[in-house]
């Protein structure tokens, strides 16, 4: 199984990204899909997380101004980030979730500059 991330980039502050996590190699669906993301300086820290049903939940720091959502295909998640700021800079990682483990994603790299 092989998770793919996209869609990181450079941004300005107040700038929106959306990235993308596609996993590969498996027909089973995930049970749970995050996002996680770190910086040098710390340790990884959750973000979002999304389960089978929907639900939603989001790390205060990110509350009200990221989206995190299931894609149509099977075993994709998108990270929605809005009104970015420069505390928001780290390496985005994706996550997901089977019966049998966690996978993680090799992670793709946010800086957004004031």
């Known amino acids: 199984v092989r998770l793919v991330e996209s869609g990181g980039a450079s941004v300005q502050a107040g700038g929106s990204l959306r990235l993308s996590c596609e996993a590969s190699?498996?027909?089973?669906?995930?049970?749970?899909m995050y996002w996680y993301r770190q910086t040098p300086e710390n340790e990884r820290e959750f973000v979002a997380g999304i389960v089978s049903n929907g639900l939603a939940n989001y790390a205060d720091s990110v509350q009200g101004r990221f989206t995190i959502s299931k894609g149509n295909a099977k075993n994709m998640v998108y990270l929605q980030m809005n009104s970015l700021k420069p505390e928001d800079t780290a390496v985005y990682y994706c996550k997901m979730r089977w019966p049998y483990g966690d996978v993680w994603g090799q992670g793709t790299q946010v800086t957004v500059s004031s």
């Open positions: 190699g498996i027909i089973v669906t995930a049970t749970a």
